[in-house]
């Protein structure tokens, strides 16, 4: 079993996010909503959690490689089949409860917007790939941190359509290369109907991982290697540092980097950033500046995430540290997606001396991660939190995560 994350106090202020709600009070808080505001009781609770990623940031999309874990942080989504082509959805954000009522096939690219794309995409996604789905209703609760860049769209669409495939027989949920068929519906309604251009790191953390494990991505053909991530046995922990600084996906920012990587594989030559053997020839080639940059973070990062888990394999995880501060280094000069916020946490972690940190997620805001030993982790959550308040920054928030498991039915 992964241990319950747990907050971390930072200068005498208690962390806001708090602990990962477990199975039996998130699977409750669903039931409730769902009876509250649709009626009756659903036909079960299934749950999908965020992600955090290791290392190997905007990789995915370049056919690279990435390490992420399943956070203990997950949506619960409470959920009911119908006999016609009705659907219900209800969704609770803080105090705030939002629904929407129509037939299946108003869900559509450019039908829905905002959260109905990610909550009711999915079941888009499903039909386009073939799968014969009618009418559904359901209620989602989540204690994923929102905005943060831990995945929480990824754990609304897994959430969902691990549900559909049990409410219609899919078959999609036991197997590896089911899980992977929902992998793909998850990433289509997130980029075709949300309009997010994300790659499918986030949907295949939240659908295929493991409990105690890391999880080693090819997204290349999108094979994985589960990768025993045992902090506890080192003495180390993982501190998520959520800035608060808001994180998005669709302001044009992530993109145009998307864009740029795949006019620089075209002007070289390659299939995708993936490809290409020699960085050095690579960079000559390319006469613009911002462009060889991003070039250049892509193919380091690669060889990173293989340096990284080599040592996991050989037992050196307390090494790992040097390859998570270049990775952030990479991405703050070379592909841009930092924040004031994000290096201001960075810096003072490794100050207060955490073995490395960088930035996770998509970049623009969200979160950092460090990692650093067991004694002193309450000492590096204090240093970023007064190294926030000595810039005038809104006051972090820090939680502990180990591995969790992959999404599931929990009732």
């Given amino acids: ?13 208690s962390a806001t996010i708090g602990t990962a709600w477990s199975a039996e009070e998130g699977a409750a808080r669903a039931r409730r909503l769902f009876a509250e505001h ?42 009911r089949r119908r006999d016609d082509d009705k659907v219900v959805l209800v969704s609770q954000l803080d105090d705030s409860v939002l629904t929407w009522e129509g037939a299946l ?30 009418g559904f209703e359901a209620a989602l609760v989540t204690c994923v941190p929102l905005g943060a860049g831990l995945s929480s769209s990824a754990a609304v669409e897994c959430g969902v359509g691990l549900a559909l495939a049990d409410l219609y027989d899919l078959g999609l949920t036991d197997s ?8 793909n519906a998850a990433r289509a309604a997130e980029n075709e109907v ?16 493991i409990e105690g494990h890391a999880l080693l991505i090819d997204c290349d053909d999108w094979s994985v290697r589960q990768v025993p991530f045992n902090l506890h046995a080192a003495d180390l922990e993982l501190l998520v540092i959520d800035t608060r600084a808001p994180h998005r996906l669709v302001d044009g920012q ?16 390659v299939g995708s950033l993936r490809d290409i053997g020699d960085l050095g020839a690579a ?26 888990v080599k040592l996991l394999d050989t037992g050196r995880i307390r090494e790992v540290g040097a390859l998570l501060d270049a990775s952030h280094d990479s991405l703050r000069d070379g592909y841009e997606v930092t924040c004031p916020e994000l290096d201001t946490a960075v810096d003072a972690a490794r100050a207060a001396g955490a073995l490395g940190a960088r930035m996770t997620g998509g970049g623009f805001g969200g979160c950092a991660i460090a990692l650093v030993n067991r004694d002193s982790c309450n000492e590096v959550a204090t240093q970023v939190a007064n190294s926030f308040r000595n810039a005038g920054f809104v006051h972090p928030e820090f939680y502990v995560v180990t591995p969790g498991p992959a999404a599931l039915r929990v009732q």
């Fill in 1 to 13: 079993m992964s241990q319950t994350p747990h907050a971390v106090v930072a200068d005498h202020q």
């Fill in 38 to 79: 649709i009626g009756g009781g659903p036909d079960g609770v299934w749950a999908a959690p965020g992600r955090v990623n290791i290392i190997g940031e905007h990789t995915d999309y370049n056919n690279g490689f990435c390490l992420p874990i399943a956070l203990p942080h997950r949506t619960y989504v409470a959920a």
């Fill in 105 to 134: 096939d108003e869900i559509a690219p450019g039908a829905v917007t905002g959260w109905k794309a990610y909550t009711g995409g999915v079941a888009w996604a499903l039909r386009q790939a073939g799968h014969d789905l009618g």
């Fill in 176 to 183: 590896d290369p089911g899980r992977t068929d929902l992998v």
């Fill in 194 to 209: 949300a309009k997010a251009p994300t790659g499918g790191l986030d949907q295949t953390a939240s659908l295929r991982t």
């Fill in 254 to 269: 992530y993109e145009s980097r998307r864009r740029a990587c795949e006019d620089a594989a075209r002007i070289l030559g």
């Fill in 283 to 308: 960079v000559a080639a390319l006469d613009d500046e911002e462009m060889a940059n991003r070039v250049r973070h892509v193919v380091t990062e690669n060889d990173r995430v293989t340096q990284f």
